[in-house]
C-alpha cells in the first residue's frame, strides 16, 4: 500500500499541468485533493474562479489519480484540512520552490516534522496554466 499524500489548491479550468501534476502525486500513494472553497479564493484572489467549487471537485473526482476531494475547511491556514487527512506527504508543484510555501500553508517544518510529514515538490508542467487559458480565451 502506498502513502497517504496531500495536495491542495483551486485547480480551475482543469487542464494538462492538472493532469501531469496528480498523475505524478499518484505515484507515491492515494492522492488527497484539499480543494480551495468559491470563499476563499474570492477572499485570496480577490475575484471568484471561473468554476464553482461543485464543478472543480466534480472533475477533480473524476480524475483517475485522484482518490478523495475535500475542502480546504481552513482558508490561509492549511493545518486544519492537513490534520483531518493525516498525510504521510504533502506534494507541491515546483512553481512553489521559490516562495514561501511554509508561510502560504499557515505551518512551519517543525510542524511537520512533529507529524511526520514530508514535504515533496514535483517538477511544474511548463508552458499551461490556469492564467495561460484565460490569456489563449481573451485573445479569441
Not at 480524475?63 to 487527512?85: F, K, Q, R
Not at 512553489?96 to 508542467?125: C, H, S
Amino acid at each position: 500500500m502506498g502513502l497517504i499524500v496531500y495536495t491542495g489548491g483551486t485547480f480551475d479550468l482543469f487542464h494538462a499541468g492538472h493532469v501531469n501534476f496528480l498523475e505524478r502525486c499518484a505515484q507515491f500513494g492515494d492522492v488527497i485533493v484539499s480543494l480551495n472553497t468559491d470563499e476563499f479564493i474570492q477572499e485570496y484572489k480577490g475575484k471568484p474562479p471561473i468554476m464553482t467549487y461543485e464543478e472543480r471537485k466534480a472533475v477533480l473526482q473524476a480524475c483517475t489519480w485522484v482518490s478523495s476531494v475535500i475542502p480546504n475547511v481552513g482558508g490561509a491556514d492549511s493545518t486544519t484540512a492537513i490534520e483531518l487527512v493525516e498525510p504521510d506527504v504533502i506534494i507541491i508543484g515546483s512553481d512553489w520552490a521559490k516562495k514561501n510555501y511554509y508561510k502560504q500553508m499557515g505551518f512551519t517544518q517543525e510542524w511537520l516534522d512533529e507529524r511526520d510529514i514530508a514535504l515533496m515538490y514535483i517538477p511544474y508542467t511548463q508552458g499551461i496554466s490556469t492564467t495561460e487559458l484565460k490569456k489563449r480565451i481573451a485573445e479569441r
